[in-house]
């Protein structure tokens, strides 16, 4: 990056988000995204999550400012040094899920998830799944809530609150996580590599609704999903040194 930084800010709906936009582009100015070499997210993970889904296309570097809920992937927020903590920042590449849905009528949907993909009773009834992996069935029936796939990058997400594993960045798998696991009762969920094409049946749909999700974005009444790693799409994400993601999650483990 140059000395004279080109930043376009993004902020979320909050209202701390929102005065630190208006002091920052007061700042540092405000670079059309045409023309910007970074992307400064202001808000929580959620908002960072939404302004890398918006960089699949234009490839611009984000970088976080935590002015939100949950700061997992936010770096601090500062008002002074930021072209400086940019330019010294490190890089982090990771890559989407691809989900795409199949679901009880016919119809599909295709969603991209950077934290995980999970798969959810829609209703009291327990959701009966059958999973496979590269073509082959694994599980023939889980019993549960549900179940998940996540990235290294949202394995500390929904992931750890299912008590799925933390993946460090770089690791090349996957988790597949059981939510809430009724039957098999001492099945606690798989690593899979990166390239494995993960799919669930649902079985019983029509008695036994189960939704979807690509991190927010639901497709609902599904009866097929098959998850894979799309590695046509980089995002390359910016931390403060001795504070970037694969650093976070190994803190993380070690955390009580």
Do not use: C
């Amino acid at each position: 990056m140059s000395a004279d930084l080109r930043i376009h800010f993004a902020a979320s709906q909050k209202p701390e988000a929102r005065i630190a936009h208006e002091t920052m582009t007061r700042r540092y100015g405000q670079a059309p995204l045409d023309k910007a070499e970074v992307v400064v997210a202001l808000g929580g993970d959620g908002w960072m999550l939404d302004t890398l889904r918006d960089r699949f296309s234009d490839r611009l570097p984000v970088y976080g400012m935590h002015r939100g809920t949950v700061g997992f992937l936010m770096n601090e927020y500062l008002e002074h040094g930021l072209p400086e903590r940019l330019n010294a920042a490190v890089k982090q590449v990771i890559h989407p899920l691809e989900m795409t849905a199949t679901r009880v009528d016919g119809s599909t949907a295709v969603k991209l998830a950077i934290n995980e993909v999970s798969l959810l009773r829609q209703s009291p009834q327990t959701a009966k799944l059958r999973i496979l992996v590269d073509g082959k069935e694994r599980l023939a029936e889980l019993s549960a809530d549900g179940a998940l796939v996540a990235t290294p990058a949202g394995s500390t997400a929904y992931n750890l609150s299912a008590h799925g594993p933390i993946l460090p960045i770089g690791a090349n798998v996957m988790a597949l996580t059981p939510i809430s696991p009724f039957r098999p009762r001492r099945w606690r969920g798989a690593l899979v590599s990166a390239d494995a094409r993960v799919e669930i049946e649902v079985l019983e749909a029509d008695r036994r609704p189960v939704a979807a999700s690509a991190d927010t974005q639901e497709v609902r009444d599904v009866a097929y999903v098959t998850i894979r790693e799309d590695r046509t799409k980089p995002m390359t994400m910016l931390f403060d040194e001795g504070h970037a993601l694969d650093e976070r999650i190994l803190r993380e483990q070690f955390s009580l």
